[in-house]
């Protein structure tokens, strides 16, 4: 009862103090004599929760003033974590550099990241100072910049360092959503460092890092498809296929990846399997040539739309059933990333601050922050309708793409069987089930046989046992046959011949 | 004079109608065609300097092996980018 008491009371303070602060920033809008104008009316908006309706005139300030005060900053800092970054995008440059500003600086150089203008990006976020609040997404930020500049050395001590910030701000904050936020982040820089140590070859090292990313985390599921990659390249293509196995458990059904179903059909045809590989190609086909022809059918008849996407993932699951599982399912996985979560969030507290707008008397300013707001709602539609629509053509074009690479396998297994046949040899056996001597283990994996049992952790490290079967042995051929009966009958005539003589010698 | 003139008359008038009746009369051609020859091969011999090879054959070489180049992971840099542009 006194928690409910105590709710309410909080709830009436901040609405109180709320409008307290917007009934001031109307005042200070309204008089013509009061100067940095832009700057007060920007702290009373959000000392009253109206981060979208400060947008204006925060930006007005940064490209009017000549320098922003320490205030501000905090201001700039509130903005940025509740609107994201890319509201400052389109102010000028010299207009950002000339405050001096972290926050700014980081907002130059993610707008340059954006421009693929990578030694500008790094040349930004060097002068944030190392005490930053924004210093995890900062050195992830460097830490890439670096990467695709093809600088591995400073990439990877970008990352330890945004692994570092990122476990820091998990154990100093307080708020569960915002610890998770750090949590995420942390694995991201993890990941990051796994497929840096990828790209350099160093498998085992590349590994370590996978590994460390928990079981429980949201990015595992993710995860898996690259592990797979460097057990691949290690040529462990039993670890290969039980690490994509784990995609067909039923909880990680909206987790489908068509590139395992490649990776799949590619380790089979390393191990000679070739029956398996392409029984995996037809399935693929007549999986996503359905999911294909859908997602296609949704894509061309609202790809002008600056909504219709964002709309979609409204729709309830029998409506996206209706339309098609697939669609459904897809919903599903975007709905499920981090940047659809945030900037959802986002576009919610944007309309919950145009309703409060809305129910209130509309003078000028009213007004004037009505129309602002419903601009930034329609730029975070706009911004969710490309994203959903960015991610439906990726998909897509990876299908058709991928459709493709599993058609050069089906014939080279086609090439490699006519081989076989010219050569009169055959591969040594058929498909039989695998033996654990084929499983390479390192010291720390352990052997289970699961008789009756199922443990929920054994999840990902499934192992194969196949053994290869890419030996070849010589085939019976025609004149191999021909030879044999030919041998057979001389065989039978010299035994005749023996019994003829026996029976000769024993008449004498 | 006059009569040198009939007379080249008539011998031109029976001329041509001596050829317009020859030729009326057709004559039948028939065109006979060898019904079977046999060629020795073996036996023809190339008159002049031979440039082409001599017999026709078949050299044995190795069978050509398709060049596989399936889709390998080299890098992760598109999800890289992508990580940083959707980050919040």
Known sequence: ?508 | MTRTIVIIFLFTLFTTSFHALAENKKEKVVVEYKKYERFDLGNLEIQGSVIAPGDVSVKERERKVMESDFYEKKDYYPDIRRDILNLK
């Open chain 1, 1 to 508: 009862m006194n928690k409910i008491i105590i709710k309410i009371l909080l709830t009436f303070i901040i609405c109180a103090n709320g409008f307290a602060s917007l009934e001031k920033a109307r005042q200070l809008y309204n008089d013509p004599n009061v100067e940095r104008k832009n700057e007060k009316i920007t702290y009373e908006l959000i000392m009253g929760d109206y981060y979208f309706s400060a947008i204006w005139f925060a930006t007005k300030h940064i490209v009017n003033a000549q320098k922003i005060q320490p205030e501000f900053e905090k201001a700039l800092k509130a903005l940025i974590i509740k609107a994201g970054p890319e509201i400052f995008f389109d102010i000028p440059t010299e207009a950002l550099v000339r405050h001096d500003s972290p926050t700014l600086y980081f907002v130059l150089g993610l707008r340059y990241f954006h421009e693929k203008n990578y030694a500008e990006a790094i040349k930004y976020l060097d002068k944030i100072p190392d005490n930053n609040y924004l210093q995890p997404e900062i050195r992830l930020t460097k830490g890439a910049a670096y990467s695709l500049l093809g600088n591995s050395d400073a990439g990877y001590s970008e990352y330890k360092k945004c692994y570092t910030h990122a476990e820091n701000a998990v154990s100093a904050s307080s708020n569960d959503k915002i610890k998770r936020y750090y949590a995420i982040l942390k694995e991201t820089c993890l990941i990051h460092v796994a497929r840096l140590k990828f790209t350099s070859k160093e498998y085992d090292k590349s590994m370590e890092a996978y590994d460390e990313i928990d079981k429980t985390s949201y990015k595992w599921p993710y995860v898996l498809l690259e592990k797979a990659w460097v057990k691949y390249k290690q040529n462990d293509y039993n670890r290969t296929l039980g690490l994509l196995v784990t995609y067909k458990y039923p909880l990680l059904e909206s987790y489908f990846m068509p590139e395992s179903e490649l990776l799949t059909a590619l380790s089979y045809h390393k191990l000679c399997l070739w029956e398996d590989a392409l029984s995996v190609i037809d399935q693929y086909y007549n999986i996503y040539k359905p999911r294909s022809e859908a997602l296609a059918s949704v894509l061309t008849k609202n790809k002008t739309s600056d909504n219709y996407f964002f709309y979609l993932t409204h729709e309830s699951t029998q409506m996206l059933e209706a339309r098609h599982p697939f669609i459904r399912s897809l919903i599903t996985q975007i709905k499920k990333t981090v940047k659809y979560n945030v900037e959802y969030g986002s576009y919610k507290i944007a309309m919950k601050e145009a309703t409060l707008l809305k129910k209130m008397n509309r003078d000028d300013f009213i007004r004037f922050l009505i129309e602002e707001t419903d601009t930034q709602i329609n730029l975070k539609i706009k911004a969710l309708n490309w994203y959903i629509k960015e991610y439906m053509y990726e998909f897509i074009n990876k299908i058709n793409d991928l459709s493709f690479q599993l058609f050069k396998i089906r014939i080279d297994i086609m090439s490699k069987k006519r081989d076989l046949i010219y050569k009169g040899t055959k591969l040594i056996a058929d498909r039989g089930r695998g033996d654990l001597q084929h499983v390479k283990r390192t010291v720390d994996e352990q052997f289970w046989e699961f008789t009756g049992e199922f443990w929920a952790d054994e999840l990902g490290d499934y192992s194969f046992g196949l053994k290869s079967n890419c030996e070849e042995v010589k085939q019976r051929t025609f004149e191999d046959v021909k030879k044999e009966i030919q041998e057979e009958e001389k065989g039978q005539m010299k035994n005749e011949k023996e019994s003829e003589s026996a029976k000769g010698a024993k008449n004498d």
